[in-house]
C-alpha cells in the first residue's frame, strides 16, 4: 500500500495575538472602525445593536463600521481537512485510517453565531480542528464493529459514507435547533474520502498476504505443469505425425521405385526394338547411298575430265592474257621513270634557284643591318663627344675656382680606339673631381 499525506495549510501564528499562539490576524477585519470589505469568496454580516443590517451584509459586500458595531467575516470557499485515526478493529488487528474531508460553510448566517468570526482565522482553524477530532472519533467508532477486509475492500460504504452521514446531520443546516433557534453549524461536508488503510502489524500483514501469495504460487505451479504437459502432448503429436509421415513416404518411395523399374524395363524393350529397326533401316539407308555414290562418283569423275579440257584451254589463254599484260606493264613502268626522273631534275632546279634567292636577300640585309649599326654608332659617338665638350665647359669655371685658379682649362685626350667615348670622357672629369678635392 502506498500513501500521500497532504498536510492542510496552517495561517501564520504570532506570538502576540489574542491568548497567545493563536492564528495572526487580518487588520483589515479586525479595525475598531472604518470601510470593511470582504473578497469574492467570503460573507459579510454586519450586526447593529443585536439585528443583522441586510443592506450592508452579503456576499463580497462591504460596510462602514462604527465603534459599536459588530463585523464578521466568514469564508464560503471550499476548505479540506486530513485526519488520521489507528484503532483495533472486530479482529484484534491494528489498522491506521488516513482520511480526507472537503467541506464549506453554506449558511453563513448560522455559522457566524456558532463561530466567533469575528476573528475569520481563529474561527476557521478552530473548525478545522473541530472537525477533525469528529472525524477521528467516528473514524474510530466504526473502526472497532469492522473487520479488516471490510475496511479495505469497503472502505467507501463502511467508512466514507457513514462519516459523511454522521457528520454531516450534526454540522448540517438541517440538525436538530439549538437553545438560540438556530439550526446546525450552517457547514456542508461535501466529500469524505477514506486515502489510506494501513495494517500495522507488519507480521499480521505478512499473514493475510500469505494466502493470496501462496495461491498466486499454486496457480504459477499450475500453469509451469499445464504448459509443460501441452508441450510434451503437442511433441508426442509432432513425433506421431513425422513417424507417420515418414511411413508414408517409404510407401510411396517404394511404389515410386516399382513403378521406375517397370518403366525402365519397358523403355529397354522399347529401346531394343528401336534399335533393331534402325539399323535395318540403316542397312538399307546404306545400300541405296552406296549406289547413289557410284552413279554421282561416275558423274562428276566425267565433269572433272570436262572441267579438266576447259581449265588447260583457259590456262592457255590466261598465259597469253598475262604475256601481254607484263609487256604493257614494263612499257608503262618505263614511261613513268622518265617522267619521274624528269620531275626531280626540275625539282632540284627549283630548289637551287631558291637556295642562292634565299642566300642573296640574307646577304643584302646583312649589309644593310651592319651600314645601319655603323652609322648609329658613329651618331652616338658624335652625340657623346659633344655632350661631354658641354659639360667640361660649363663646369671648368667652377673647377678653377675650386682649386684656387690654378688652371684654367683641361684638356682630355683619349688614347685608344673605344667605341664609346662617352666612359672616357666620364673617368676624365672624375680625376678632375678627386684633383679638385685634393
Known sequence: MTSQNTTPTVPPRSPDAWRGARPAEDPQKTKRWGFVTAKPSEYLVHVRKGRVLTASSGQ???????PW?????????????????????????GVEVVGLAVYRIADPLTAFRVLNFSYPERAQAKLEATLTAMFVGAARRLIANLTIDHCMQKRKHALSE???RE???????????????TRGWGVTIDTIEIQEVRVLSEKVFSAMQAPFRASLDRQAREARAEADREISTREAECNRAIEQARIQAQLEIGEKR???EQAELEARKLDSLRKAEAEREISEAR??????VRDRKSEIERREAQLLSADAIERQRLATAEAQAELDAHALHAEASARRLELERMKWTA????????SEVAAAEGRATAEVALAQAHAEREQAEARARVLTAEKLPALASAVGQRFGEVKIVQMGGEANAFS??????????ELAKA
Not at 457528520?167 to 433557534?181: E, Q
Open 60 to 66: 463580497g459586500a462591504t460596510c462602514f463600521k462604527r
Open 69 to 93: 458595531d459588530a463585523v464578521a467575516v466568514v469564508p464560503t470557499s471550499l476548505q479540506q481537512l486530513q485526519f488520521r485515526a489507528d484503532q483495533v478493529t472486530l479482529e484484534r488487528v
Open 162 to 164: 457513514e462519516l459523511l
Open 167 to 181: 457528520i454531516a446531520l450534526i454540522v448540517g443546516s438541517s440538525a436538530n435547533t439549538g437553545a438560540d433557534g
Open 258 to 260: 516399382f513403378a521406375l
Open 287 to 292: 545400300l541405296i547411298q552406296e549406289a547413289a
Open 351 to 358: 630548289q637551287l634557284e631558291y637556295r642562292r634567292a634565299t
Open 424 to 433: 672616357s670622357i666620364a673617368q676624365a672629369v672624375a680625376s678632375v673631381l
